[in-house]
């Protein structure tokens, strides 16, 4: 079957970085996705990685492993409204996004 | 970048009545548009994808004569809630793709919260 997996909370301290992790396993990859989305509205679009390596994009930069079937969205200098659930989604061979649960991301003072 | 408009927001109603929902893209023509729901503290569930002019493809376990989805134009879809039942609450998101399958970028509605009384 079709699996995404990523922590399901994490704590973080204003100001720091994290690292939140995403490992697939798909019939087929066509890419993969970073959303982000803040409680009772909808996911907004972070990131898109189909090649290895790293792709930074401001503050946030998002690596992938297609071997390894892994991925991660890094948040550097967070702030208080990065607090919000970032959800990873792989693209199947047949072009359908598999979201993962998302992890809910909590930043402290 | 993109906007994908979705209207209502927030609806409350009765069981046994039918309530619409609308998405929109407002400056780009979505050749394809996608309906999800989401629980509480779940992962989004694709409920159908709607093609421009043509019938929309159901996922396994989504009853079609229930969510009835019309995609009439290149900037509107309809989801259709017929007859809801309290287990019908939940979050609608829409989003639309104005590319081929491999373009990547998904845009997302604004969601509705639909609670059925």
């Known amino acids: 079957g079709q699996n995404i997996d990523q922590p399901t909370e994490m704590t973080a301290t204003e100001g720091a970085i994290v690292q939140i992790n995403c490992t697939y396993q798909t019939s087929g990859f066509n890419g993969l996705f970073w959303y982000q989305q803040h409680a009772g509205e909808a996911p907004t679009f972070l990131s898109y990685?189909?090649l290895d390596g790293l792709e930074e994009k401001g503050r946030f930069s998002s690596f992938l492993s297609r071997s390894k079937g892994y991925s991660y969205l890094l948040l550097k200098e967070l702030q208080m409204k990065d607090s919000a659930s970032y959800l990873c989604a792989v693209m199947d061979s047949n072009y359908q996004l598999i979201w993962g649960a998302g992890t809910k991301l909590i930043i402290k003072p | 970048g993109a906007v994908v408009s979705q209207h209502p927001s927030r609806v409350i109603c009765k069981s046994g009545t039918s309530v619409k929902i609308e998405c929109r893209s407002l400056?780009?023509?979505?050749?394809?548009m996608f309906w999800y729901r989401q629980f509480p503290k779940q992962s989004l569930m694709l409920m159908a994808t709607s093609n421009e002019g043509s019938k929309a493809t159901y996922e396994q376990g989504v009853e079609k004569d229930k969510f009835l989805i019309n995609h009439a134009s290149l900037t509107l879809s309809t989801l259709t809630v017929t007859s809801a039942h309290p287990e019908d609450s939940s979050f609608y998101i829409c989003?639309?793709?104005?590319?081929?399958?491999?373009?990547?970028?998904?845009?997302f509605g604004e969601g509705s919260r639909l609670t059925v009384l």
């Open positions: 400056d780009f023509q979505a050749t394809t």
């Open positions: 989003s639309a793709r104005s590319g081929g399958a491999d373009t990547g970028e998904l845009f």
């Open positions: 990685n189909v």
